[in-house]
């Protein structure tokens, strides 16, 4: 089985350039995460699918962040204009329908590394 | 009080010894609970999950889960170099929202 799919890997920008990360989901899974991760921290919520429902952006700045999620599959996730302190880890993760018996466990793909300059 | 803590390390065993990590949370009716391994500059990889009281194991691993405390902790029994790695607790709150600790650094001394 596949795992989770995301590109690039890594991406340097200047800060106020635009930049979009993109993820594919293991097959099947319904639920879909936009995590960010910055050095010595856990992750961090920005996003979650339900489908093709957000179900859970308040920690997402809406000012400069957005996401979309079409036909519930694939995802991405914008920021516009970047800032220096969005260099980061960004990881997606997606999860099993809920009630499968496997609720919440998430599977994360390997991220993309953005360096803000 | 942070939702989910850890205890960021390092924690040094040595190879063959027990580990032993822990996490405590503060939202009483959380009901998942997640152990993530992560080695440095790879993504978190679930290795252990628990919802009911007691112990559970896999392997190698074992997680404990005590709700009346509000605790959970993941034993790693004889513990390899290849076990050095950042270990993430992670629970699930009121709003079913998934916190995730800062992660226990853990040394495995060959």
């Known amino acids: 089985e596949a795992g989770v799919v995301q590109s690039p890997r890594y991406k340097i920008i200047e800060k106020k350039q635009p930049v979009a990360f993109w993820c594919n989901p293991i097959?099947?899974?319904?639920?879909l995460y936009w995590y960010l991760q910055n050095l010595g921290q856990g992750p961090e919520l920005l996003i979650r699918?339900?489908?093709?429902?957000?179900?859970?952006d308040s920690q997402l700045p809406k000012d400069r962040f957005s996401a979309e999620r079409l036909k519930g599959v694939d995802s991405t996730l914008k920021i516009q204009p970047a800032e220096l302190g969005d260099s980061a880890v960004y990881l997606c993760?997606?999860?099993?329908?809920?009630?499968?018996?496997?609720?919440?466990?998430?599977?994360f793909g390997p991220g993309t590394r953005l360096t803000v300059l | 009080q942070k939702e989910v803590e850890q205890n960021s390390g390092p924690l040094s065993v040595p190879e063959g010894a027990i580990a032993s990590l822990n996490c405590t949370y503060s939202d009483r009716v959380s009901q998942s609970f997640f152990w993530y391994r992560q080695y440095s500059g790879k993504s978190p990889e679930l290795i252990m999950s628990?919802?009911?009281?007691g112990d559970k194991e896999d392997g190698r691993f074992t997680a404990q889960l005590n709700k009346a405390s509000q605790y959970v902790s993941l034993l790693i029994r004889d513990s390899q170099p290849s076990d050095s790695a950042t270990y993430l607790c992670?629970?699930?709150?009121?709003?079913?929202?998934?916190?995730f600790g800062k992660g226990t650094r853990l040394h495995i001394l060959p």
């Open positions: 699918y339900e489908n093709e429902e957000a179900v859970d």
């Open positions: 097959s099947g899974h319904n639920t």
């Open positions: 993760a997606s999860s099993p329908l809920a009630g499968a018996g496997s609720y919440n466990e998430q599977f």
């Open positions: 628990i919802y009911s009281n």
């Open positions: 992670a629970v699930n709150n009121r709003d079913d929202k998934i916190i």
